[in-house]
């Protein structure tokens, strides 16, 4: 099975960089993926780790160790726009293959 | 490429009936997965299929069913409907050689 832990809000600033962390326990890991979701809206997909490190895409970056079960997203150069809930997901193996188990999500609001 | 798309995007049902969702999934996508999102519990997965055949089922009741199709369309039925049921039911799809999901704008049921 699977528990997915991420903090249910934080707030930043516009132009500042932000940092949301997700841990996660898992019998068969087999990728994480961030999503962003805003209100009222689907959720669209933002970056996917399934070796340890760091996947850079433009303004978002995202940090796996599967050692510790531990990922992060790192928002920078903040913008309103990115005020939005961000959901972690794992993906799993074996009886699991092709089940997503997703945390309660962030919501990050971005002052001025 | 057209996105995910749902129908209907709206339903209003009243307990005991059942109702039909329908997911046309990203062309060349084959993986299509269900989910159900409300604000106490968050995305929880419905089930995911592909080729026409369920890989996956999550922990809801035996009320909730569903199907793909030859062309990858897929279905999910909920009969017998109650009041908890009433949700946003989004539906996600994945490339051939990827695990990213692209999910719909989902469609909103309302139980009375």
Known sequence: ????????????????????????????????????????????????????GLEEKGRFSSFL??????????LKELQMKDSASYLCAVRETGTNAGKSTFGDGTTLTVKP | KAGVTQTPRYLIKTRGQQVTLSCSPISGHRSVSWYQQTPGQGLQFLFEYFSETQRNKG????????????????????????????????????????SEQYFGPGTRLTVT
């Open chain 2, 59 to 98: 922990n809801f009741p035996g009320r909730f069913s569903g199907r793909q199709f030859s062309n990858s369309r897929s279905e999910m039925n909920v009969s017998t409907l109650e009041l908890g049921d009433s949700a946003l039911y989004l539906c996600a799809s994945s490339p051939p050689r990827g």
């Open chain 1, 65 to 74: 160790s599967r050692s510790k079960g531990y990922s992060y997203l790192l």
């Open chain 1, 1 to 52: 099975g699977q528990n997915i832990d991420q903090p249910t809000e934080m707030t930043a600033t516009e132009g500042a960089i932000v940092q949301i962390n997700c841990t996660y326990q898992t019998s068969g890991f087999n990728g994480l993926f961030w999503y962003q979701q805003h209100a009222g809206e689907a959720p669209t997909f933002l970056s996917y780790n399934v070796l340890d």
